[in-house]
């Protein structure tokens, strides 16, 4: 269950048979992991290796997911591939579970952009508004509102600064929320189907 951390392949499961699929699933992970070979924290690693076998490990994944949400420290879909890898059966679960988490700590990242005000944020993390796509979210949000704000949480975009602009348009919180999360969920419901049954292409991501 384990092994593919230290094997470059995985045996557990065949690999997809016709080449545009693979090349399809290469790309979608390589743009939703945010990076070419990402490298989860050894603890992160052990956590999810001790919990995989635990009927609580949705949960775990859940919480990791709302975390890296509120933080914005790593993009949680690097950790959503192994996590996926480790329980191939369970990824509606997680899926689903991680869409809501995502929701919710959208909702608690707003909130906290509106406490803390602009400047603070901005001058702490002043890479928010340099990020690729930002003046084209911006604009389309400030047009059509949690329609894009849905639409980036299901893109391989990064929605931090989706939210930031969100927070200063005083965009409603539940929608947010709501947006978010259903975004979130049609992403990882897809990346966890294909990471399980697809598991070869992704081995490398791990």
Sequence with gaps: MVGFWN???TQAYPAPCLA???????AFAQRCCGMKKPRLPQWLKRALIFSAAHRYYPLVVTLIC???????SFPFAAVLVPAILLAPRRWISIGLLCGIASGCAA???VEIFRYVGSE????????????EGWQWASEWLQRYGLIVMLMIAASPMPQTPALFFCALANLPTLGILIAVGIGK?????FLGW?????????????
């Design 120 to 131: 603070f944020v901005l001058g702490r993390y002043p890479e928010l508004i340099q990020l």
């Design 7 to 9: 094997e470059p392949e």
């Design 20 to 26: 545009g699929n693979r090349r399809v699933m290469h």
């Design 66 to 72: 709302f975390i890296s949400t509120v933080t914005f």
């Design 194 to 206: 294909a990471t399980a049954r697809y598991p070869g292409r992704f081995v490398r991501y791990t």
């Design 107 to 109: 909702a608690v990242l």
């Design 185 to 189: 969920a049609a992403k990882y419901l």
